[in-house]
């Protein structure tokens, strides 16, 4: 178990598998995505949880609908783990296009 002070939390995008299962890491997406299907969110924002490794059980403690956006952002990390990476300009010229579809 970890005790962290406040702002000193550790942040592994993707998490390896040595830390998480590929099922818990399923488990845990489905979830993640479940609350923002229900929260009706579009585009992107960040969904701060704790997350069980060894159950993919997901506890939420607050939803970003606006997250900031600097080179340490979840959002950059995530993006380039993808494959292929896609790198932050694709990243948001892909948010801007889909934005300026909702309005044709």
């Known amino acids: 178990m970890y005790f962290l002070t406040g702002g000193t939390g550790i942040n592994l995008t993707p998490p390896p598998a040595s830390i998480i299962s590929n099922e818990a890491l399923e488990k845990c997406k489905q979830h993640i995505e479940l609350i923002a299907n229900t929260l009706q969110l579009e585009g992107f924002s960040r969904i701060d ?3 069980n490794a060894d159950s993919g059980e997901v506890l939420i403690i607050e939803v970003n ?25 694709q990243f948001f010229r892909t948010l801007l296009d889909l934005g300026s579809a909702r309005f044709v």
């Not at 997250?67 to 380039?80: D, E, F, K, N, R």
Request: proline residues 18%; glycine residues 4%.
């Open 49 to 51: 949880a704790f997350v």
């Open 65 to 89: 609908t606006v997250p900031g956006m600097t080179p340490s952002t979840v959002l950059i990390h995530q993006a380039l783990a993808e494959q292929p990476p896609m790198y932050p300009h």
